[in-house]
């Protein structure tokens, strides 16, 4: 038998995809590998294994619909509960706005101060205003000037309101459970379906056409939704 060692040096060649078509990455390995010629024995070559590395698939952009607000769109989504009279009346003089307040008795006893921000004039009349887009706040006097609720109406939108209730009495909100609805609302007296259900702290029940939103952009984009759909 005639056995024969020697050294043979084996080049591989890979080209690697690296997602762009005109790059390419030439990778050469060299090994060592023994061969043994034996009679009747078959020589072996062992290549090591090249990982090729696909090209990474880059998912579609969705395109991402912005919503533009107007003056009296931005104000409201502006309002917190902590919202003061001074704070609001900043707003009004920087946008340029119409407004009036007027206090008010509660019926519960005490009075309120209310306040009507609109573009012009004659729409934020406390009486007999105009026809026109508009927001309506409540402060409390009783309670340091609190926000009590704010309600913002457009004119396209026919039914449709956006609401902000903190607390006090406002149709079927009650001030004695006002810490269990308080936030934001789509108030659609037109809507054909129901609400939220109210239950007072004397156990009635009322059904509203008060719908629940998460936040105040939530409120104004479903109360333009609206006016879209008409």
Not at 37 to 50: L, M, R, Y
Not at 117 to 134: C, E, F, L, N
Not at 209 to 230: G, M, N, P, R
Request: glycine share 4%; proline share 2%.
């Amino acid at each position: 038998m005639i056995m024969k060692r020697g050294l043979i040096t084996f080049f591989v060649i890979s080209t690697i995809f690296t997602g762009c078509a005109s790059h390419s990455e030439t990778i050469e390995t060299t090994d060592n590998i023994v061969v043994e010629e034996t009679a009747n024995v078959e020589t072996e070559v062992s290549i090591p294994n090249i990982k090729i590395t696909e090209p990474a698939t880059v998912p579609e952009t969705e395109d991402i619909k912005v919503v533009e607000y107007d003056t009296l769109q931005t104000l409201f989504v502006s309002f917190t509960p902590n919202t003061t009279v001074e704070e609001l009346e900043t707003l009004i003089a920087e946008h340029d706005l119409s407004f009036t307040s007027q206090e008010y008795n509660k019926l519960s006893g005490g009075k309120t101060l209310k306040y009507i921000i609109a573009y012009t004039d004659g729409v934020a009349k406390q009486k007999y205003a105009d026809s026109g887009d508009y927001i309506d706040v409540t402060f409390d006097k009783d309670n340091d000037l609190k926000l009590m609720y704010a309600q913002y109406c457009n004119l396209k939108a026919i039914g449709p309101s956006a609401l902000l209730y903190c607390y006090g009495n406002w149709y079927s909100f009650s001030d004695s459970n006002a810490n269990d609805y308080s936030g934001y609302y789509l108030v659609n007296t037109l809507s054909r379906e129901d609400g939220i259900t109210i239950e007072y702290t004397n156990g009635n029940k009322v059904a509203t056409h008060y719908f629940k939103c998460s936040s105040a952009e939530d409120v104004i984009q479903k109360l333009l939704s609206s006016i879209d759909e008409t």
